[in-house]
């Protein structure tokens, strides 16, 4: 696992702008059930041995469920990527989910001789950031903080765009395991296979082209009709969330 001296980590999360986190209970959970329904044979078992008595489920919310721990503030930088409006992605070596992925990813492929505790946190930290990274406000604008500073209103509840895509959309439409799921039966093994391709920056980009949709609202209300049209997008992030990390779970523990 890499070594990172807590100083600096500390130093970096007080620099960094503030968002909050993605998708809500619910939607991980749903991610890391379409997951495990996606593992070859043999994976499972091997990612459990991992996880210990953790279940799936509760290892995408363990980052978000250990947010006030003061002792693990530096994961913070690790949820979230801003890049602002009509700009791209510069490759840099700050703290951020891409770089995170990619170092968790790379350290749970090449796991020999590493000890369980560290398989185990590089696995939590893989469930929860795959299922953070296909929520589009968590590719967002610095500018109003992954859209924690737009202010919203959705039947006569008031609060903030981030927290409509975390929770509210879902909740709204009762988004559930099973529609998501049902999605999966009808992609083409071609289409199946271009999705699974592991690529952290193409997700990112990817979640990023709905940014424009999904600040098409008026007068900061969000209308039945945006929460129908917006609906979709999370059922298909939700759904490409679980098989890529399904495909790197099965990349990474394959026998």
């Known amino acids: 696992m890499k070594k990172i001296t807590l100083l600096s980590l500390f130093v970096l999360t007080l620099l960094s702008p503030i968002t909050s986190f993605a998708w809500g209970k619910t939607g991980h959970q749903i991610v890391a059930k379409i997951a495990k329904a996606h593992l070859e044979p043999g994976v499972l078992d091997s990612v459990q041995k991992y996880l210990g008595t953790m279940s799936f489920e509760d290892a995408s919310t363990w980052m978000d469920d250990v947010r006030k721990d003061t002792s693990l503030k530096f994961m913070k930088p690790w949820h979230y990527v801003n890049v602002e409006k009509d700009k791209t992605y510069v490759k840099n070596n700050e703290p951020n989910i891409i770089n ?53 209103k959705h039947e006569g509840k008031d609060n903030n765009l981030h927290w409509a895509w975390d929770s ?88």
Do not use: C
Not at 203 to 211: I, P, Q, T, V
Not at 216 to 236: C, H, P, R, S, T
């Open 168 to 255: 509210e959309i879902i909740k709204s439409k009762n988004i559930t395991y099973e529609q998501v799921e049902a999605k999966t039966g009808k992609l083409s093994s071609k289409k199946l296979k271009g999705i699974q391709k592991i690529d952290v920056l193409a997700w990112m980009n990817e979640s990023r082209s709905y940014l424009t949709k999904i600040y098409k609202f008026k007068n900061n209300e969000l209308d039945q009709k945006y929460m129908d049209k917006n609906a979709k997008i999370i059922e298909k992030q939700l759904m490409l969330g679980g098989l890529r990390l399904a495909a790197v779970l099965n990349d990474s523990f394959r026998k």
């Open 100 to 152: 995170e992925l990619e170092i968790v990813i790379a350290d749970l492929k090449n796991r020999k001789g590493r000890k369980t505790e560290d398989i185990n946190f590089a696995l939590k930290q893989l469930f929860h950031l795959v299922g953070d990274l296909h929520q589009p406000l968590h590719a967002g604008y610095g500018i109003d903080k992954g859209g924690n500073d737009i202010n919203v």
